[in-house]
């Protein structure tokens, strides 16, 4: 019995030192010299970190984030002869149309970032900020191609979204959307979601149902998006602006796991030529492109992708296939060749043909580039001087002619500047819509100054106008001979 009890306060004693020889060994090897335990506390920033915290990206994005509401003005003529016996013949009659989407705020000075399609055809636009304050907006410019607009309020001091980098979003990353779904009384709702694809194609545009042109290299993510996020920001973790989201892919018209953003790579140069010019300028590379798959293979009589990827020497699948240089383009006069595989644009690969548009779009009319192709199976360097196409609400203006700001202008012949009396100008083709048929421009006006500086090309127009820090100021003969003179504000 002694014995038992010696052994068993034996282990105690044993046990004790153990568990203190263990601790003062810990505390030994975290430099603690005294001996004592000490908490140790660190800090985590989440924003850079991968952990999927969004607090701040969410607190930060949400405020420069509005709700847009349009007004459509429709008429319509009563054809019913019943009623037209009762009631007579009225005419025209008109009916309004109400709308709705969102946008984001780019400036403090009240520019904003909303998709074509919410303001198509408005007669009447109005902005609700996040704080509930109201706002009649006005369209400084659209761009149908890729369903971007430019909207403005007169506003000063308000939030904004900075602008980050979508050529550098990963599949998986984590991003927001944040909008107005299905209307007012859901404001300022974020959503969650991964980038789920880049570069995406949807064929026929979901949006208009029309075929027209398109640059389309979307983001697609798996947040919920419902209709009324159109035009809403789709931030990453940082809270930096990645993409505007514009349309989703459902058989019911609601949130089915497939959204999609335009790049913000893309929304800004958009930006920035309508505030600059009035007009989107796109680079035109002239070329037709297939992606390198099956259907490919097939048209190319190849009995498999293997067997093309074999023949034409190729490594992967990446790149695509130029079926077609169009005579006189940057392509022809750069080298290009058909069935050159086209591989990457200032040395990013390309993987298809949306990505291809994305990279094109970005530059514009006389930017230089550098283009890999496969040749052979060899790969060459060819310098690309890129030509311009400029569009005007959507359609391409002319050869050798340029959009400004409403009104497509041309240089001016030899035989117009004599009749004149004129050595050098630029002559305004059509007045269309816009700040120059409201400031007073009339068809076959020459222009020959632009604040003063003597212009002789559509480009020197543009040069002149986008330097101004303010007002745009145009002196030029009218088609009959008389002076003109007039001026409109840039913004």
Do not use: C
């Not at 609601?254 to 790579?265: D, E, I, L, M, T």
Request: proline content about 3%.
């Amino acid at each position: 019995m002694k014995k038992s009890v010696i052994t068993i306060l034996l282990s105690v004693v044993l046990s004790v030192l153990a568990a203190y020889g263990v601790v003062k060994a810990a505390n030994t090897s975290n430099g603690d010299s005294a001996g004592t335990v000490e908490n140790v506390t660190k800090t985590v920033n989440l924003a850079q970190s991968d952990y999927p915290d969004f607090t701040y990206a969410a607190e930060s994005a949400v405020e420069a984030v509005v709700y847009v509401e349009v007004t459509i003005t429709q008429q319509y003529q009563i054809s019913d002869p019943f009623f037209r016996f009762f009631f007579g013949d009225e005419g025209p009659q008109t009916r309004e149309q109400q709308g709705s989407g969102s946008g984001v705020i780019i400036r403090p000075d009240g520019y904003i970032v909303t998709n074509n399609h919410v303001v198509a055809n408005a007669t009447k636009i109005e902005v609700t900020l996040n704080n509930n304050k109201k706002y009649t907006a006005k369209v400084i410019g659209t761009d149908p191609a890729t369903d971007v607009a430019l909207i403005k309020i007169d506003a000063t001091g308000l939030p904004t979204i900075p602008f980050g980098d979508s050529d550098k979003l990963r599949l998986g990353e984590w991003v927001l959307a944040i909008g107005s779904p299905l209307g007012y009384e859901l404001r300022s709702t974020i959503t969650a979601g991964i980038v789920s694809a880049k570069g995406r194609s949807m064929g026929r545009d979901p949006r208009t149902q029309q075929s027209q042109l398109q640059i389309e290299s979307f983001i697609q993510t798996d947040a919920a998006v419902n209709p009324g996020n159109s035009g809403g920001a789709l931030v990453n973790k940082k809270g930096e602006l990645v993409g505007i989201n514009t349309a989703i892919i459902s058989q019911t018209g609601s949130y089915s796991g497939y959204s999609f953003a335009v790049p913000v790579n893309i929304v800004k140069k958009v930006v920035e030529d309508l505030i600059d010019f009035g007009s989107v300028k796109r680079a035109v590379l002239g070329i037709s492109m297939s992606d390198l798959n099956e259907n490919l293979a097939k048209s190319l009589k190849y009995n498999s992708v293997e067997e093309m990827t074999e023949k034409l020497k190729l490594s992967d699948l990446n790149g695509v296939y130029i079926g077609e240089v169009v005579k006189g383009s940057a392509a022809q006069k750069a080298g290009v060749q058909e069935g050159d595989i086209l591989i990457a644009i200032d040395g990013e690969k390309v993987h298809g043909g949306s990505s291809v548009q994305e990279k094109v779009n970005s530059y514009r009319p006389g930017d230089k580039a550098k283009l890999t192709v496969i040749r052979e199976g060899k790969e060459k360097q060819l310098e690309v001087t890129f030509k311009g196409s400029t569009y005007e609400n959507g359609a391409e203006v002319g050869e050798g002619e340029i959009a400004f700001y409403g009104a497509t202008l041309k240089a001016a012949s030899k035989e117009t500047l004599s009749k004149l009396g004129l050595k050098n100008g630029v002559e305004v083709v059509s007045v269309g819509t816009g700040k120059m048929l409201d400031a007073g421009a009339s068809e076959g006006l020459v222009i020959t100054y632009v604040n003063d500086k003597a212009v002789s090309t559509p480009q020197d127009v543009v040069n002149a106008a986008k330097s101004a820090s303010r007002s745009v100021y145009i002196e030029g003969i009218s088609a009959n001979g008389r002076k003109t003179y007039f001026g409109f504000g840039k913004e």
